[in-house]
């Protein structure tokens, strides 16, 4: 048996483990969209070999709020400099469970535009406005700040960012590239595939009982695809096509289902939940049971009590 100082030292390395902060590494998410084929078009909505803004491959790399969105072309000269002769006009569109955001990099100073401004410029203007130009917006037009952009003369494009949230999904990523001269347009881009999930609008549950959330898609293989239901206001996502929730406090709740698979297809629609009866739950934050956080306080707790004892005898 050990001693009783050998024991003391054990208790105390325990504690100290459980109050420590608690790092669980997760791998990255990924998500890769390949573009297969010569697809650029001319004005004319014509197929044109224009292999420097032929896209190939689009993807995003989630580690933690930590993202990085790459767009790839067929062969080399990325991010040209706009001239008066040629306008070249990249984005990069990723969609997460919790907002859109909109990457670009353009010859064009898009400070205090928006990407749909560029529309209504002539290639004088752009040359005006000069340098070349990056930079990412969310849903509300909000500038995000870029923490790095990389590529030039390149392929591949390479523009890293902060999401609001670490736990946000990516659930679609889609991308444009764009080309004017002064006699000529050229544009590709490698868009998503609409899937079409169909569901209740409308919910009704009491607390404490479990509700569970039905859905079907329209022309597909459901179980080809990730099933995601987000709630806008409550940190509650669920997975799978029809997952049950047992909901502790009144309200009326709303949010999303996405269904993709990560490749180029996906869809969503909105539903409402419509709880009632007497809150169970004491805890301010809605529906959260008591997290690991407090079994590890409790625990340093009763370690404590222990050694206080043991001191005393």
């Not at 998410?29 to 044109?48: N, S």
């Not at 990069?92 to 529309?119: H, M, R, V």
């Not at 949010?255 to 009632?276: A, I, P, Q, R, W």
């Not at 004491?282 to 050694?307: M, R």
Request: proline residues 4%; charged residues 20%; contains cysteine.
């Amino acid at each position: 048996m050990m001693n009783k100082k050998a024991t003391e030292i054990i208790i105390i390395f325990a504690s100290f483990i459980m109050l420590s902060p608690i790092v669980v590494s997760a791998s990255p998410e990924v998500m890769t969209h390949i573009d297969d084929g010569q697809d650029v078009l001319d004005e004319a909505l014509e197929m044109v070999n224009r292999s420097n803004i032929d896209i190939l491959q689009i993807s995003a790399i989630k580690n933690g709020k930590e993202v990085e969105l790459k767009l790839k072309l067929v062969e080399g000269g990325f991010i040209q400099k706009s001239t008066i002769a040629n306008f070249y006009f990249y984005m990069i569109y990723l969609k997460t469970s919790n907002d859109n955001y909109d990457a670009f990099y353009t010859g064009l100073d898009l400070s205090g535009l928006s990407p749909e401004d560029l529309s209504g410029l002539s290639p004088e203007e752009l040359e005006e406005a000069g340098a070349l130009s990056f930079g990412v917006q969310d849903s509300q037009q909000k500038y995000i700040d870029v923490i790095s952009c990389t590529g030039e003369g390149e392929n591949e494009l390479s523009i890293k960012f902060n999401v609001y949230n670490s736990n946000e999904k990516l659930i679609a990523l889609s991308a444009d590239v764009y080309e004017q001269s002064a006699t000529a347009e050229f544009f590709d881009s490698c868009e998503l595939t609409s899937l079409y999930p169909a569901i209740k609008s409308n919910y009704d549950s009491k607390v404490n009982t479990p509700l569970t959330f039905e859905a079907t898609l329209e022309g597909g293989i459901a179980s080809d695809y990730n099933w995601l239901w987000v709630f806008d206001d409550i940190n509650i996502i669920l997975e799978g096509q029809n997952p049950s929730y047992t909901f502790k406090i009144p309200d009326t709740y709303t949010g999303k289902l996405y269904v993709y698979d990560g490749d180029g297809s996906y869809g969503e629609d909105t539903f409402h939940v419509n709880v009632t009866g007497t809150s169970s739950n004491p805890d301010p934050s809605p529906n959260n049971e008591p997290g690991f956080e407090l079994i590890l306080v409790v625990a340093a707790v009763a370690i404590a009590l222990i050694l206080f004892r043991k001191k005393k005898k």
